[in-house]
């Protein structure tokens, strides 16, 4: 078989970052631009992804395709898909629970073999190597290692089971993600009673502690509108198993105090934790 042609729905920045390592191994790596923002648009052109203008489009002629898109949209997007029959393989790699990546397994399976990805780690990008779990038929989670071979995409099946990559991807979020916003609220109630130095030296005594690492509450903050989402799923996921799911929850919305800051890379520790206290 000889190098396939994948689509990218859609390529935001990890969406794009993923897509450029498999042009490594793909004749081609297709997007639709069709009512995208100018950002998209120009992230996919750095990204060197070929555009074309309808999803039919995209899919008639992919071989491959991976929806990395919100949390919200996952279930349209495979639903689209569904609409055009498309008969290749589907990798499912959005931050979804296991729940909702069998149901769009589901709306996918007269026709395409859906494989359940999750991808732990940065954007593959200034030699950052995240991981792409996968789960799903033997035949299709090969032909996915096969395309990310020799790239900063490294790959590892879990099983056949689809589900399983989306749990250890949320599992691994509900920990990182909440200890990150937990951080937030420490240094907060610090700051707010004048002690936050004080609480950053007592914390930088123990360097395997997210609390020594405050300046990274600016990164949380510009990210929140993703995480915030992530979380929600990752409560669903402990719900769903009979877990309590109130503490993931309560950093969610938590998080959504932060969301006018989206991806804003100027914003400082201090601006943040403003934010925080003053919604």
Not at 150 to 176: D, P
Not at 200 to 209: F, G, L, P, Y
Not at 249 to 254: D, F, I, M, N
Request: aromatic content about 4%.
């Amino acid at each position: 078989m000889g190098q396939p042609t994948v689509g990218i729905l859609h390529p935001g920045s990890m969406g794009a970052a993923v897509a450029a390592c498999a042009a490594t191994n793909a004749t081609a790596v297709l997007w639709c631009e069709t009512g995208r923002s100018t950002a998209s648009v120009e992230r996919a052109a750095r990204f060197g992804l070929t555009p074309v203008a309808t999803l039919t489009e995209l899919l008639n002629r992919s071989d491959i395709v991976i929806s990395l898109c919100p949390p919200a949209a996952a279930e349209g997007l495979a639903r689209d898909v569904a609409g055009h029959r498309f008969a290749g393989v589907y990798v499912e790699a959005n931050a979804i629970n296991p729940e909702r990546t069998k149901r769009i397994a589901a709306l996918l399976e007269h026709g395409a073999t859906v494989v359940d990805g999750g991808v732990i780690g940065s954007p593959p990008v200034g030699g950052k190597r995240p991981t792409m779990n996968l789960s799903g038929p033997d035949r299709a989670t090969e032909r996915i290692e096969e395309l990310f071979a020799g790239t900063a995409v490294r790959t590892a099946v879990l099983g056949r089971e689809v589900g399983k990559a989306s749990a250890l991807k949320l599992a691994y979020a509900s920990f990182q993600k909440t200890s990150r916003v937990l951080v937030a609220l420490a240094v907060g109630m610090a700051r707010e009673h004048g002690v936050d130095k004080e609480l950053i030296e007592v914390a930088s005594r123990r360097t395997d502690s997210y609390l020594s690492e405050p300046q990274y509450v600016a990164k949380t903050a510009a990210r929140a509108w993703r995480w915030g989402p992530e979380l929600e799923e990752a409560a669903d996921t402990l719900a769903a198993v009979g877990l309590p799911p109130e503490m993931l929850r309560a950093a969610a919305s938590t998080l959504a105090r932060w969301h006018d800051t989206k991806d804003d890379s100027e914003l400082t520790l201090a601006d943040a934790l403003d934010r925080l206290a003053q919604p």
